[in-house]
């Protein structure tokens, strides 16, 4: 059995900056991609950021250049560096993990932009 569990999340001001933590834990042979989805209410999740096992990177437009997605294979966790945060990133955000052929999702951390 594999748990993800997401961290970091909160209230921000404008401008501001956040950093989610994103643990894997349980049955783990070796994690093949893990990325970062939001959804706002009312609206559809949808994709922030992706990494894979060699690193490379993929971002929404909406975030580009503000996010920034790592991780540290020896600890199992992602990260997501969030600067300059605006209004419109308020959303509960969810990562996941492709780990032996299946995907797994954290519970989620809100996070909140309001000044």
């Known amino acids: 059995q594999v748990q993800l569990v997401e961290s970091g999340g909160g209230l921000v001001q404008p401008g501001g900056s956040l950093r989610l933590s994103c643990v894997a834990s349980?049955?783990?042979?070796?994690?093949?991609?893990m990325g970062w989805y939001r959804q706002a209410p009312g609206k559809q999740r949808e994709l922030v950021a992706t990494i894979t096992s060699g690193g490379n990177t993929n971002y929404a437009d909406s975030v580009k250049g503000r996010f920034a997605i790592s991780k540290d294979n020896a600890k199992n966790t992602g990260y997501l560096e969030m600067n300059s945060l605006k209004p419109e990133d308020t959303a509960v955000y969810y990562c996941?993990?492709?780990?032996?052929?299946?995907?797994?999702w954290g519970q989620g951390t809100q996070v909140t932009v309001s000044s």
């Open positions: 996941n993990a492709l780990i032996t052929r299946s995907l797994y």
């Open positions: 349980g049955d783990i042979f070796s994690i093949t991609a």
